[in-house]
């Protein structure tokens, strides 16, 4: 359902800072798949999420999403099927709105003219005591007054509200208390499950990287460079991806003194 075809994105081109962030990069992601992203920090995961969403124009490549290719699809046109989370709970919702007038503008279809409606009422009342972190009594609370926990599950309502045909979590729980954060993981495949939603998730923790999903994806310098699935990765220990990890980083860091004694 997305594919992801030689896709480079270069920063700063011909420029002193110039920085390739995604190298040729290619993925196909199939409907139903819940793929966890893996990597060290400036390995080109949220870029790769910004490519998908449309935030820049790519150096080359194509991105196709339901076999419609999307490379020059503006942002707010994909964002209709795209669903996106950040580390931070601050930026999903507007804060000094309401936590029903965030799910009216959220919903769109006119519904933020129908929030005085009862039944439109009861409705978000009843997704929202889905959620169990007591947001049900809140309708009328500033966003702004809720917890961080609260907050981001209300944005992961928000997101899914109208279910998109994907889902990008970009280190969603992150930012949060450990019991906040383990209870926004079960909502998110809770969520993910019920409406079928295709989904990729960047975290930092490998435990849950493997635990989470049916395929996990290892990224480092605007690379893929492991792509577990099925037994593989049933048989994948957190032990073994660490270790990958540091071979890695250590190619890598060879690689750059190669350059730095070349230079
Ligand atoms: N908008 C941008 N402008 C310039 N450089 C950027 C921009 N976004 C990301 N980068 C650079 O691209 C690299 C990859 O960044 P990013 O995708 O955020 O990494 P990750 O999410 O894996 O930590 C980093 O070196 C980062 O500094
Ligand atoms: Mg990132």
Redo the contacts with the bound molecule.
Sequence with gaps: MLKINHVQKT??PNSPDS?I?LRDLSLEVAQGDFVTII??????????F?AICGS?ELDQGQIFLDGKDITHTPDYIRAKNIGRLFQDPLSGTASEMTVLENLALAQGKGGWLSITRKSEKEFFREQLKALNMQLEDRLDTPVGLLSGGQRQALTLLMATINPPKLLLL?EHTAALDPNSAAKIMELTKKIVKENRITCLM?THNMQQALDVGNRTLL?HD?KILMDLSGEERENMSVEDLLSAFKTIQKESFDNDRMLLINE
């Design positions: 920063f700063h920085h962030a990597g060290s920090n400036g390995a080109g995961k949220s870029t790769l910004n820049f970009d960047i990224m605007g």
